[in-house]
């Protein structure tokens, strides 16, 4: 699964990154959580734009709040999901992120690690997004997609989220190619960090520090 990640990089940065020619303003964060509203990239009358939506998902159908908000989807079964089905055919999204948190469970307290790519500094999860409304109010929220470890991360945890390489946006964005959603293939690099970021409440560039 993936239940943190940071996204530090300026606006200007994941313009360029992503061929966007819109702007929005968000706080950089180090320890992105579920419910916070993050950046993700979309379609929008065949451009590519930039917006903001809270991290746990909510399909358009729900007619009252749900339980529970999932933060990831299967890649393997979402299409196959009443909950993410919709999604899956029209709404799909990218996330920026320049990196992600994971945990073994091997000690007590879990030890948390970071991961990264070795070659770039942005890295895009696919994902799913949707807007709901409820008693006058509307909020659109995405999910990622997670998928089976690659070796980078199987010592840590057996599932990974979908790290697209950018020659697959637009197969993912606007196709759905559900052939891209596999294992990173890519250069990655990952080290454990401090478990100040197992608390929400925690932010700063700090977190992203390699222990002992």
Known sequence: MC???ALHSLVNDLQKH???FDSIEFAPRFNAAPALKLPIVRCRDERRELALCQWGFVPHWMKSRPKTRPINARAETAAEKPFF???MRRRRCLIPANGFYEWTHALSPKQPWYFRLK???IMAFAGLWDSWSHEGEMTETFAILTTSANATLR???DRMPVILDPTYYDAWL???DAAVLGPYS???TGYPVGRAVNSAGNEGPELLRPVT
């Open 3 to 5: 239940g943190r990640y």
């Open 18 to 20: 992503f061929g966007l």
């Open 119 to 121: 070659d770039s500094e």
């Open 174 to 176: 606007d196709q759905g």
């Open 186 to 188: 890519g250069a990655m």
């Open 155 to 157: 010592p840590v945890h």
């Open 85 to 87: 089905r919709v999604a």
